[in-house]
């Protein structure tokens, strides 16, 4: 298993402000992934984080939006730039552990007005 | 492109009874599933997992069956409880890469 954790677990936001969410891992993992999950909504894939090269973006994301940091094993970040009301959802960070499990942090609710 | 869906949105369910939830996937080239479990305020907890390689799982109070000639995945739940509450998902991958996610069965279990 793993532990993750997440800040801000929810804020507040100004449209047109950006806001950076930050994921604490207590192990070294290789891939990190970040998820969206809109209000009622599943969760979809934003990108996938490897440490020590650029970020990998799924159709719909871009690294100008939402610029993702992965300085080491146990720690990355995303950032949610120029935020509109639409940018309102439940951000989560995620691992895969060995056995292929994909954990995730408690997230952090984003309201943007 | 290539999606999970889920038959039921929502599913009402008495206390003591067995839950059945449903999960269809359109991605004949998935080996790799997975059900959690996301409470209200809270991010998706794994319950459990099965291989393309296997028919049935089994965990404590749930199962997962798979049903790869239909491409059909469920989540039974013996004697529901009211802790089992939650929006449950299935999800999918191949090759142990990225998970596609299902739409989401709201459970609700009535006392």
């Known amino acids: 298993s793993a532990v993750i954790s997440q800040k801000p677990s929810r804020d507040i936001c100004q449209r047109g402000t950006s806001l950076t969410i930050q994921c604490q891992v207590d192990s070294q993992v290789t891939m990190m992934f970040w998820y969206r999950q809109q209000p009622g909504q599943s969760l979809t894939l934003i990108a996938t984080?490897?440490?020590?090269?650029?970020?990998?973006?799924e159709s719909g994301f871009v690294i100008d939006k939402f610029p993702i940091s992965r300085p080491n094993l146990t720690f990355s970040t995303l950032t949610v730039s120029n935020m509109s009301p639409e940018d309102s959802s439940i951000y989560l960070c995620s691992l895969r552990v060995g056995n292929g499990e994909l954990f995730f942090g408690e997230g952090s609710r984003l309201t943007v007005l | 492109g290539e999606s999970v869906g889920l038959h039921l949105p929502t599913l009402s369910v008495q206390e003591g009874d067995n839950s059945i939830i449903n999960c269809a996937y359109s991605n004949s080239a998935s080996d790799y599933f997975i059900w959690y479990k996301q409470e209200s305020g809270k991010g998706p907890q794994f319950i459990i997992d099965?291989?393309?390689?296997?028919d049935k799982r089994q965990g404590q109070r749930v199962t997962v069956l798979l049903n790869k000639t239909v491409k059909h995945l469920s989540l039974q739940i013996a004697a529901t409880q009211p802790g089992d509450s939650a929006v449950y998902f299935c999800a999918e991958t191949f090759n142990d890469y990225k998970l596609s996610f299902g739409a989401g069965t709201t459970v609700t279990v009535r006392a």
């Open positions: 984080a490897n440490q020590g090269s650029e970020a990998t973006y």
């Open positions: 099965i291989r393309s390689n296997m």
